[in-house]
Nanobody
Framework: QVQLVESGGGLVQAGGSLRLSCAVSGRTVTIYPMGWFRQAPGKEREFVAAIRWSGTNTYYADSVKGRFTISRDNAKKTVYLQMNSLKAEDTAVYYC?????????????????WGQGTQVTVSS
């Protein structure tokens, strides 16, 4: 059974940093794209960042480009999201997911497995 566990969320002041981790167990995910999405209260889940299996192809939402960095360690089956220069509008529950080989990495409906999420709260 596939299990994704996010960690690293918390409360931080605006301008601060956090590093999220997503550990995967129960499945070989090294060939699949992995993505981070977030969902604020009353809003739909939105794309944040994604990474292909090789780690050389990364994608970011315009709102986080230049501030967030996604990376992966296939040996550890873990994906990371380094978040710098955090803003109040980054406040949300952050989820990691396993994408499909041929699906859209920007569409949450194309992701087959999700973690439980980790709360990120940025105070202004």
């Amino acid at each position: 059974q596939v299990q994704l566990v996010e960690s690293g969320g918390g409360l931080v002041q605006a301008g601060g940093s956090l590093r999220l981790s997503c550990a995967v167990s129960g499945r070989t995910v090294t060939i699949y794209p992995m993505g981070w999405f977030r969902q604020a209260p009353g809003k739909e889940r939105e794309f944040v960042a994604a990474i292909r299996w090789s780690g050389t192809n990364t994608y970011y939402a315009d709102s986080v480009k230049g501030r967030f960095t996604i990376s992966r360690d296939n040996a550890k089956k873990t994906v990371y999201l380094q978040m710098n220069s955090l803003k109040a509008e980054d406040t949300a529950v952050y989820y990691c997911g396993i994408g499909q080989l041929q699906g859209s990495i920007f569409n949450p409906d194309e992701y087959g497995f999700w973690g439980q999420g980790t709360q990120v709260t940025v105070s202004s």
